[in-house]
């Protein structure tokens, strides 16, 4: 046995063996290693589009959730699939950069709302010229029904996952 941390590790010959894994849950596994390849080059994308607003990936990212009205900062969390520290600290470094600012939230006194300024939705209009052009491009390469069908089942993954109790646990 071998120690690494707080856990022993049993000798190879004393580990269980897994249950077999039916075709769906194949094809989850292929769909799950195909999109951690997928967010790596979209973030690497979307680092370079970035840039042509002075702003990074996770600026942008955090921006995005505030574009069409101010959000409490686990709101922006929730709808952008990011924790609330991380954005917590990208919202902080927005502010003080002038790129965004807290508004008083009417529904809870301490959770303030990050809004956009306008220096913040010009970077995001300096972005948006070079990122449209480019979505088109490569929108229609896959093909509007291959990308609608994707997005469909991208959002009942979501769903299941997130309905589902198991998801969460360690």
Known sequence: MTTTGAEETPAREDW???PPISDAG?????????TFR?????????QERAAEGGLTAAWWQVLGGVLDEPRSVAEIGRRMGMTRQGVQRVADLLVERGLAEYLPNPAHRRAKL???TEAGYWA?????????????RVGAEVG???????LATMRRLVDVLEADPEASRR
């Open 26 to 34: 194949r094809l989850l596994t292929d769909v799950i290693l195909t």
């Open 114 to 116: 990050l809004g956009c």
């Open 124 to 136: 995001i209009r300096r972005i948006t010229m070079v990122q449209v052009p480019w979505a088109d």
């Open 38 to 46: 997928l967010n790596g080059r979209l973030m690497e994308v979307a």
């Open 16 to 18: 269980p063996e897994p």
């Open 144 to 150: 509007a029904d291959e990308l609608g069908a994707a």
